[in-house]
């Protein structure tokens, strides 16, 4: 698709002429994936008329591709035995969560209304919270019994994914209680000799994950070791669903979009249901901006207290006061840089608390390298603009310590939150901006008030 | 691993003691993840010490999940044979980044060594760009022909999985002259009647990528369409390999990185050796953190040169300029906010160009409100501290004025950029930051002046 503009239009007009036969050929003749960026983009009663033209099959896929919101919103628009049997054509995880998104009372109705079987495995997976182990996974594995041989379980396998739409990755060895006591991968499997039992082929080092888990400690076991699917556990070791790296891909987008809003001063947790801070209500998006930028006021009037003292140096040398925006412009930004580097190098797994100083130091000498350089540029333009050359000297002077003092709070801050177990992000625009501000202009006017001494 | 500080004084410990069964024993217990984890917390002797200790196939895994740097340090100070014997245990695609990240004549060295095969199919990756399907696919693909039957498809795919460490998602299916002609999971292999053809149960609407298609690109496809691996072909629909999500983890990563990078104001693509930010030459990091600094650099002294027209203003009510860091600062920071939201909502696909009135409506009012409730509480304060309620009402205003105005165009500016087809990310940080400082500036000092002359 390489022009959704277009199609978009194209659509539109299909849909305002009425010619039901041709929009229905066009809507299906795109991915599911496709479509759902197109539904995003159409009106809602667009949306509604394009749901019943496309295949149930995949109008059902073009569901699970939307975000949350989109998806309550149409399943309610469209009538209700549409949005039941579409429903029960998404896989569990997601025919949960959609409910879950949903009021109590519309998802109870729609639940009365499924599949006695898919009703009752969804009703128990919404016992779950969301953002654990057992709100991401599905409980449809593939398990044999470690006592059955290879032919046995290729045949238990055949059957099984052949009556439900089951992911395939790792088979699951459980015992008659179904305690979880191996794994084999299919690779395994289709090239074990058939006579051999499956506790001979199988894996007993099982990684496991646990329902209660959290979704972002879940996430961080898969990006560390590369796993694409994972068995769930409940308590007693009862084999409860599998969580696949698909679920994983959505969690690992919404903690980075997490770490980034957090890293501007955009509170992620309100505690209340999550909005969106892009679709969602305007009064949650202006209550999650605000706290920071409150911080962010206060340490800023701390600011004016520092400069006011300066009161007899604005009046008798007034270019000094014109000069604070640029010292404070460029310490904040290279101090800046410097939280970025060094947050994201955590979350990465590059920075360990154990090179701390390591990275203090090259942060310092990358912060007075580029300091000096600045702070002879800013000397030479200073000195020929205003023809003073001591004045260039001091705006020179108190960049390079700017700068180098805006990179070790930008490096040391991160590091020390770390350290105190507080999530490093929140280091990051507002607090030491602020501090690299009052800190600059109390170095950039104590050296511009010493000068005026000596003259 | 619940303390890996702990596990590393252990194993410090044990090294020094010269226990080497227990150390053996001790290494050879972690998960290969977790050893790399460790690895890269030890000194270079140690780690040589170490790797000698882990049995071999566990130290190629080791090695697998390194960072490129380390596993070139590593291989070249262990012993020839052993780089060789654990080059020839990696993935191919893995042996060809390590490969391709030595120097030409240590590679060659290797090259020479490795069992031929291994040794031709190496070379024949490494003649691709690393940042494109070419370099980042494994070219062991399960194959199998469209008129084979299932059970000849599955007997085929036993005896080759057996002689060789494939990966299992998808059997491709091509002609005698290697074209792809399609696609079957290995779920409907197992699961179809053993007599049919594959040509009858092989899907024939495949996504492919082509060797040379970029890494971001082939990402944004498996986040987008949920893959778990994706054929691919040369310019004549050839088979070359597979690309596979695990590959694409990294990659993803890594973009983030950069969008991140990218909104501080770092270059992420200075277009030499891909040196990394924190482990890499100096020199190189300060050269990709002066270029914006340098354009901020640009920006401030408009800032100060639209400053330093209202000396009089500064020498007749100094505290004026002590304001200037509040104003400054919240503008910059609820414009950062904006940029973050926009930028990020673009990357992740939330929001697209259509959207964009409704974008800059939202954040217009969300800057007019917070702006209106920042306003009145400076103005208190200032009335407050300086007793000078007109004063406080300046500030205040302005205060309104800023924030709003930054909102709009920490809205606007990423949309522009997208709308002239730039990385909306390169509008972070610096540039906006000067912008809203410049114009926050002017606002306020013209608010300023019109109040001096109507006293």
């Known amino acids: 698709m390489t022009n959704i503009e277009n199609t978009i239009d194209r659509i ?39 749901i019943t033209q496309i295949e149930e099959e995949k109008a059902a896929d073009v569901i699970e591709y939307l975000p949350p919101q989109l998806q309550v919103e149409i399943l309610g628009d469209i009538d209700t035995e549409l949005a039941s049997r579409l429903i029960s054509k998404l896989p569990h995880d ?39 182990a057992g709100g991401i996974m599905t409980p449809l594995v593939l398990t044999v019994y470690d006592n059955m041989t290879v032919k046995d379980a290729l ?12 992911e395939l990755y790792y088979v699951y060895v459980v015992d008659k209680h179904n305690h979880l006591t191996g794994v084999v991968s299919l690779r395994n499997l289709i090239t074990a000799p058939m006579e051999l039992n499956i506790s001979d082929i199988m894996s007993k080092d099982i990684v496991k994950i646990h329902v209660d888990d959290y979704q972002g ?3 961080d076991i898969f990006m560390k070791y590369q796993f ?28 980075t979009t997490d770490e980034i809003y957090t890293s501007s001063g955009i509170v992620t947790d309100l505690g209340d249901d999550d909005d969106d801070l892009l679709t969602g209500s305007l009064a949650h998006s202006i209550r999650a901006r605000i706290p920071w930028l ?72 990358t912060g007075l390298s580029i300091g000096a350089v600045f702070g002879v540029l800013v000397t030479l333009v200073t000195w020929g603009w205003q ?6 000297l001091i705006v020179g002077v108190a960049m390079t310590l700017n700068m180098t003092i805006a990179t070790m709070i930008g490096t040391c801050t991160p590091l020390v939150l770390k350290k ?4 490093p992000a929140v280091a990051s625009g507002p607090v030491i901006a602020t501090t690299i501000d009052v800190i600059g202009l109390a170095v950039y006017l104590t050296l511009v008030t010493w000068y005026l001494l000596h003259i």
Chains 1, 2 share one sequence.
């Open 228 to 255: 694409n699917a994972l068995p769930v556990v409940d308590l007693y070791d009862h084999l409860k669903g599998i969580v696949t790296w698909d679920d994983i891909q959505d969690i690992v987008e919404e903690e």
């Open 12 to 50: 539109q007009e299909l849909i305002e002429s009425d010619s039901d036969k041709q929009l229905s050929e066009e809507l299906n003749s795109y991915h599911s994936a496709d479509l759902a960026d197109i539904f995003q983009q159409l009106k809602p009663e667009e949306r509604l008329k394009c």
């Open 155 to 166: 045949e238990t396998i055949r059957i099984k994914a052949e009556k439900e739409n089951m």
């Open 420 to 423: 105190m177990k507080i999530d």
């Open 294 to 365: 409150f911080i962010t006021l206060i340490g800023e009037f701390i600011a004016v207290t520092v400069a006011n003292k300066y009161d007899k140096t604005f009046t008798a040398l007034p270019v000094i006061a014109a000069f604070m925006p640029l010292l404070a412009g460029l310490g904040g930004n290279i101090g800046t840089q410097s939280i970025t580097l060094m947050v994201r190098g955590m979350s990465t797994g590059q920075i360990a608390l154990s090179s701390g100083w390591h990275h203090i130091m090259r942060e310092t000498i």
């Open 217 to 219: 400690h879940i996430a």
């Open 94 to 132: 997601e025919a949960a969560d959609v409910l879950g998104d949903m009021e109590e009372d519309e998802s109870q109705a729609y639940l009365d209304q499924l599949p006695q079987k898919f009703s009752s495995e969804i009703r128990e997976l919404l016992t779950y919270n969301e953002d654990t």
């Open 387 to 392: 023809h003073n050359i001591e004045l260039g």
